[in-house]
């Protein structure tokens, strides 16, 4: 299946390139030639084939792959109102947003006896380097009439193996279309989370509770997961 879906667009853009060699229907020469070249129509150009062939191959081979190429030039903040809110939160404890480059934004939600919520953003850096931030506070909101304060405020670089998860996965054309798979519902009091994604290979935002599956779910863990 994968197959066929880089196919599709590739043939397209090179039958623009090729054309057939008068050969004869029956000749085992009749193939493709590029056009530029022979000025002759007779000749049959087997060199061409092999290109074509192996044009089509490594086609194939990138869309099975699930690979994509950058795309997206648009690194303006995500517009979520629970992302926004994280940013909120932020401003209030003099935290940066990480905003404008490579970087994806969680903001997580817990309510029961106290309101919690938490303001997480993985980024590159301007050396390129995956770097990892939480800032998060308690405040009114639940049973508990408390007064908002700040809870943790912290920060580290991301260890070259899940640099290298998260750098394939953000490549992944899939993660900025798949549907939302989800399992573990929880219960009262667990946090539910929203995740905007903004990388030069596209933009996403996906929320959800419980544990997240699929390729976004593996981006959610490893932003998640160093708490």
């Known amino acids: ?94 935290a940066p947003k990480h905003i404008g480059g490579t970087a994806i934004f969680v903001d997580s939600v817990a309510v029961h006896h ?9 980024w590159k850096d301007e050396t390129g380097k995956w770097q990892w931030s939480r800032v998060s506070e308690i405040g009114p909101g639940g049973l508990l009439p408390i007064e908002r304060k700040m809870e943790s405020n912290r920060d580290r670089p991301l260890t070259a193996l899940q640099s290298q998860m998260l750098d394939r996965l953000i490549s992944d054309h899939r993660l900025y279309s798949e549907k939302r798979q989800m399992t573990d519902p929880t219960g009262v009091g667990a946090p539910g989370h929203v995740m905007s994604i903004v990388t030069p290979f596209g933009r996403t935002t996906v929320s959800w509770d419980g544990r997240l599956k699929g390729i976004s779910g593996k981006v959610a ?3 998640l997961g160093n708490g």
């Open 1 to 94: 299946m994968c197959i066929f879906a880089g196919l599709v667009p590739f043939v397209k853009r090179i039958n623009a390139a090729f054309e057939l060699c008068d050969c004869p229907l029956s000749s085992p020469f009749r193939t493709f030639r590029l056009r530029p070249i022979a000025d002759d129509p007779k000749v049959c150009d087997k060199g061409a084939m092999k290109l074509w062939h192996t044009l089509v191959l490594s086609t194939a081979l990138a869309a099975c792959a699930g690979r994509n190429v950058p795309t997206n030039a648009d690194f303006a903040a995500p517009t979520a109102p629970e992302i926004e809110r994280s940013f909120a939160l932020r401003e209030r404890y003099n």
């Open 114 to 122: 106290i309101y919690a919520e938490a303001s997480t953003v993985v």
């Open 221 to 223: 863990d490893i932003v």
